[in-house]
């Protein structure tokens, strides 16, 4: 059983278009993530979400959105995609926000 | 501001020699540790973690790893690598009183084999 899963694995798309990537986690967690993975493996925090909750919201751009429907998924939606958007995105999610256990990632793909 | 160095950015071994990443964190007070592993277009896997107690901790695939509180380093180690280590490795720490987890820029590891 996928513990983490994300849809799509793999997004190409053009500029300016409006996507959205979705996370699910059967593991009971209460607390979900999303972290941008850029070319040179730097991973980056962009939102959490506790019991549905926004609890982080890093500096990006508000382009980005993302909706919790319940505490076991977290999506992603982008608008007006740009070149720079391109990256690999990590779903992920923990227990009392301690450890968490990582999605297989969604490679955004830009052009 | 909290932050964890990572100092090493690519390290390249050959297979059997021993191998020790540094991690060096920022944050006072208590905290939780990990390193996580991504192998090659693959996500991130947990290898250890340290919350309390020995601090000398035994991970997956024959890694370990030391918390010295006095130096604010939680340093991965392996006696002797194998090609199949080769990957990213993330060091990450979480105080807290903290609502996240802050991960190190990464250390690519290289095996020749």
């Known amino acids: 059983d996928t513990a983490v899963s994300q849809t799509p694995k793999y997004l190409v798309t053009q500029m300016g278009n409006d996507k959205s990537i979705k996370c699910e986690q059967n593991l009971g967690h209460d607390t979900m993530y999303w972290y941008k993975q850029d070319s040179k493996k730097f991973l980056k925090i962009m939102f959490s979400?506790?019991?549905?909750?926004?609890?982080i919201n890093e500096t990006v751009p508000n382009r980005f959105s993302p909706k919790s429907p319940d505490k076991a998924h977290l999506n992603l939606h982008i608008n007006s995609l740009e070149l720079g958007d391109s990256a690999v995105y990590f779903c992920a999610s923990s227990p009392a926000r301690t450890e968490q256990f990582f999605g297989p990632g969604t490679r955004l793909t830009v052009l | 501001a909290q932050s964890v160095s990572q100092h090493n950015h690519h390290v390249i071994l050959s297979e059997a020699a021993s191998l020790e990443l540094g991690c060096n964190y920022s944050y006072g007070g208590t905290v939780n540790l990990f390193w996580y592993v991504q192998y090659p277009g693959q996500h991130l896997q947990l290898l250890l973690k340290y919350f309390s107690g020995d601090p000398l901790v035994k991970g997956i695939k024959g890694f370990e790893a030391e918390f010295i509180k006095s130096k604010f380093s939680f340093n991965l180690r392996k006696p002797s690598v194998q090609w199949s280590d080769t990957a990213e490795y993330f060091c990450?720490?979480?105080?807290?009183?903290?609502?996240?987890?802050?991960f190190g820029s990464g250390t690519r590891l290289s095996i020749r084999p």
């Open positions: 979400y506790n019991n549905k909750e926004l609890i």
């Open positions: 990450a720490v979480n105080s807290l009183s903290a609502s996240k987890i802050i």
